[in-house]
């Protein structure tokens, strides 16, 4: 048995704050309450921070095969990298060969990922070839296999894109078997037109990756979707929204009661389009959705306080420079993506909290539990009561940093936050009971991160 009480702290979850103790015993919470006397092998005094759930990105790409090559964090320096900013669980992909059976993604992708986790992860099954055979796994990878998630692209045509018949299918049989069904969000055909005008008429720097990709083919997109799954009543989530008109389709969906569970992910957040204008430099944003406008951050920061976006993600994907270099002559060549997850708490909290854009506890919420409560690992995950897993976060709430490619922990020689001042800082991170990361350095080996299996999400939270 092995035991940590954190003194002092001030613990704060989704639906309230406190000062109050927390006494853990080996994985879970055991008890929490004022000036708490147990005996603990190890005790941490966080007078003047702040004690919260660990972080869950429910969308991150670790070694994820990409045009003959890989994503450049891989499940150990990724988990890492979280583990520093204090996102203790993160939710990968599978992505499934067309042609091939969910069962055969799901072996290759563990094969890379079991054993060399830090952080504990989890999977949804990305389909792109729903027929016969796959329909038939859905249920064996819900009940079995823990993984009761379904992501679909309306985007890739002819590699990840499954049409309407499929989409429809496949909310059916997810629904039928207690599963969430996910989305990439776009109109996959306009996309593919204007990539081909543009390249066509000599356009090809990073600006055009974000022309080719305008509003509106997110906007009808998100509304379609909306409209099959309230058409089956499968529960339908879609992951990285990044603006207004989107989000408006979603609106238009809880008129007739229908609820949507919308992602956005903290870059589309922050940073905007503008940022594509500085010739090849703008491959560092480029990723599908792109960036957008300034308004449709104020957008999205609003959705947030209304409760049309429940989460915040980052849709991690990093590349090596001489990995973006692949599309110096041609947008449609850059490996889509960023490295993001290891900054997504502290900079949700610094422009978030620290800027009153939203509270302690919508932070909370939106970085960690409702994740938990959409995917299914709630309330092990996603919250700091009794019996949960103790994963927890103790937090500097001035503590003042500067991101940099120089001092990140993600496999990346690359910043895209490159200088950004950010207030507030993990300090001790606890991943079931044990202190992963004590100020800056890591105190867990490759192989301590679990596999989690989920079980069923619920359409309300
Ligand atoms: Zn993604």
């Known amino acids: ?12 979850t989704a639906t309230g704050t406190c000062l109050a103790d927390v006494y853990i015993v080996d994985e879970k919470v055991n008890t929490i309450g004022q000036n708490l006397q147990m005996q603990a092998d190890l005790v941490i005094d966080a007078t003047g921070k702040i004690v919260f759930p660990g972080g869950i990105d429910p969308h991150v790409h670790l070694d994820m095969p990409f045009m003959g090559t890989y994503s450049s964090d891989n499940y150990e320096t990724g988990t890492r990298a979280a583990l520093h900013g204090g ?3 993160v939710i990968d992909f599978v992505l499934q060969t067309q042609g091939k059976s ?11 990922s079991d054993g ?18 796959t329909k038939a796994e ?32 496949l909310m059916n049989e997810v629904k039928a078997q207690g599963g969430i069904v996910t989305v990439h969000a776009t109109n996959g055909d306009m996309i593919d037109f204007l990539v081909a005008k543009h390249r066509s008429e000599g356009k090809l720097s990073p600006l ?20 099959m799954a309230f058409y089956t009543g499968v529960t339908p989530y879609i992951v990285h929204m990044t603006c207004e008109g989107a989000l408006n389709a979603i609106r238009n969906a809880t008129f007739r009661n229908q609820k949507v569970f919308v992602e956005t992910c903290m870059q589309y957040l922050i940073l905007d389009a503008s940022l594509y204008e500085n010739d090849f430099e703008g491959a560092k944003w480029v990723m599908s959705p792109p960036l957008r406008e300034k308004k449709d951050q104020e957008a999205l920061w609003a959705g ?16 090596m420079w001489d990995q973006k270099k692949m599309g110096e002559k041609d947008f449609s060549k850059i490996p889509n993506g960023h490295p993001a997850v290891e900054h997504r708490m502290e900079l949700l909290f610094s422009e978030g909290v620290k800027k009153n854009k939203i509270s302690l506890n919508k932070f909370v919420e939106v970085s960690s539990t409702n994740a938990a409560k959409i995917f299914g690992m709630f309330p092990r995950k996603g919250t700091i009561a009794v019996g949960s897993d103790a994963d927890i976060v103790i937090f500097d709430p001035e503590e003042k940093h500067t991101l940099s490619a120089s001092t990140h922990h993600m496999n990346c020689d690359y910043s895209g936050y490159e200088g950004w001042e950010v207030t507030g800082k993990c300090k001790t991170v606890i991943l079931r009971g044990q202190v992963a990361i004590d100020n800056g350095s890591v105190k867990v080996n490759k192989g301590y991160g679990s596999f989690i299996k989920r079980g069923e999400s619920s359409l309300v939270i």
Request: hydrophobic content about 40%; charged content about 20%; proline content about 2%.
């Open 1 to 12: 048995m092995s035991s940590i009480l954190i003194k002092n702290g001030t613990l704060a």
């Open 87 to 89: 996102t203790t669980t």
């Open 102 to 112: 969910l069962y055969s993604a799901l072996e290759e992708w563990r094969k890379r």
């Open 116 to 133: 060399n986790a830090l952080g504990d992860y989890a999977f949804h099954m990305a389909v792109t070839d729903f027929n016969d055979q």
């Open 138 to 169: 859905i249920k064996d990878m819900i009940v079995k296999e823990g993984i009761s998630s379904f992501k679909t692209f309306m985007a890739y045509k002819g590699a990840l894109m499954i049409d309407d018949r499929q989409m429809i299918g």
């Open 208 to 227: 055009y990756h974000y022309l080719s990709q305008p509003e509106i083919t997110e906007s009808e997109a998100s509304a379609r979707f909306a409209d």
């Open 304 to 319: 947030l306080n209304q409760g049309l976006v429940q989460v915040v993600g980052t849709d991690h994907c990093p590349f």
